[in-house]
T-cell receptor
Framework: KAGVTQTPRYLIKTRGQQVTLSCSPI?????VSWYQQTPGQGLQFLFE???????NKGNFPGRFSGRQFSNSRSEMNVSTLELGDSALYLC???????????FGPGTRLTVT | AQSVTQPDIHITVSEGASLELRCNYS??????LFWYVQSPGQGLQLLLK??????LVQGIKGFEAEFKRSQSSFNLRKPSVHWSDAAEYFC????????????????FGQGTILTVHP
C-alpha cells in the first residue's frame, strides 16, 4: 500500500504570495492532519480533517487554511506569506480520528 | 493544556550499547502516546504507540516503551543500538476530551537527537 504523498516536495515563494500544498492520504484513510515543523517552534499542529470537515484547529492565524475533498485528499493554503512561514509542512493520515497517524515526507517551503 | 517534555536534546551512544530516551507528559486524562523517528529531510516514522492495556509496548526496529502513569512518563528503550538508529526521536501525546472522545491533534516534544558512535 502506498504511503502518504505530498506535493510539491520543495517550494520557494516570495513574501506576500500565497501557496497551496497537497496531500494524498494512504488509501482508505479518512482523516488527514497537517503540522508545521520549524527549528525554533518544533512540530506544531495546524488542523485536522475528517470526512471533509475540519475537526480541530491549532493556534495559527487565519492566513492558514485547508480543506479535504470527498476522496480524502487534502490541501492547505497559506496566503500573504511571511518569512516566518518557512518550514517543513507535514501531512499525516489515519484510518479514523485519533488512530495512529502516518506521515508523508513533507513539503519544504522557503519564503524569501 | 497538554505538553510533552523530552529532557535530553542530544544523546550520544556507542553502537551496541543500550538506549533510553526520556519523555514526560502533562495531561489531565488518560493519554494516548506515540514515539516517532525522523531522519534528516524526511517525514516522521511511527515506532510505537500506547492507547490502553499493557503498559509495556513493543514497536518496530527492536524498540519498546513503558507507560508509567505515576511518573507521567513514556520512555523509549532499545537494548542494543545500531548505527542506522541515528536520527531524531519525537514523543507525542494525543488529545482526549473529558468524555473520552479522542482527537487527532498530536502534541510533540522538542525531540532528542541520537548520535551513534562506531
Amino acid at each position: 500500500k502506498a504511503g502518504v504523498t505530498q506535493t510539491p516536495r520543495y517550494l520557494i515563494k516570495t513574501r506576500g504570495q500565497q501557496v497551496t500544498l497537497s496531500c494524498s492520504p494512504i488509501s482508505g484513510h479518512r482523516s488527514v492532519s497537517w503540522y508545521q515543523q520549524t527549528p525554533g517552534q518544533g512540530l506544531q499542529f495546524l488542523f485536522e480533517y475528517f470526512s471533509e470537515t475540519q475537526r480541530n484547529k491549532g493556534n495559527f492565524p487565519g492566513r492558514f487554511s485547508g480543506r479535504q475533498f470527498s476522496n480524502s485528499r487534502s490541501e492547505m493554503n497559506v496566503s500573504t506569506l511571511e518569512l516566518g512561514d518557512s518550514a517543513l509542512y507535514l501531512c499525516a493520515s489515519s484510518l479514523r480520528l485519533a488512530d495512529e497517524q502516518y506521515f508523508g515526507p513533507g513539503t519544504r517551503l522557503t519564503v524569501t | 493544556a497538554q505538553s510533552v517534555t523530552q529532557p535530553d536534546i542530544h544523546i550520544t551512544v556507542s553502537e551496541g550499547a543500550s538506549l533510553e530516551l526520556r519523555c514526560n507528559y502533562s495531561y489531565g486524562a488518560t493519554p494516548y502516546l506515540f514515539w516517532y523517528v525522523q531522519s534528516p529531510g524526511q517525514g516522521l516514522q511511527l515506532l510505537l504507540k500506547y492507547f490502553s492495556g499493557d503498559t509495556l509496548v513493543q514497536g518496530i526496529k527492536g524498540f519498546e516503551a513503558e507507560f508509567k502513569r505515576s511518573q507521567s512518563s513514556f520512555n523509549l528503550r532499545k537494548p542494543s543500538v545500531h548505527w542506522s538508529d541515528a536520527a531524531e526521536y519525537f514523543c507525542a501525546v494525543g488529545e482526549r476530551d473529558a468524555g473520552g472522545t479522542s482527537y487527532g491533534k498530536l502534541t510533540f516534544g522538542q525531540g532528542t537527537i541520537l548520535t551513534v558512535h562506531p
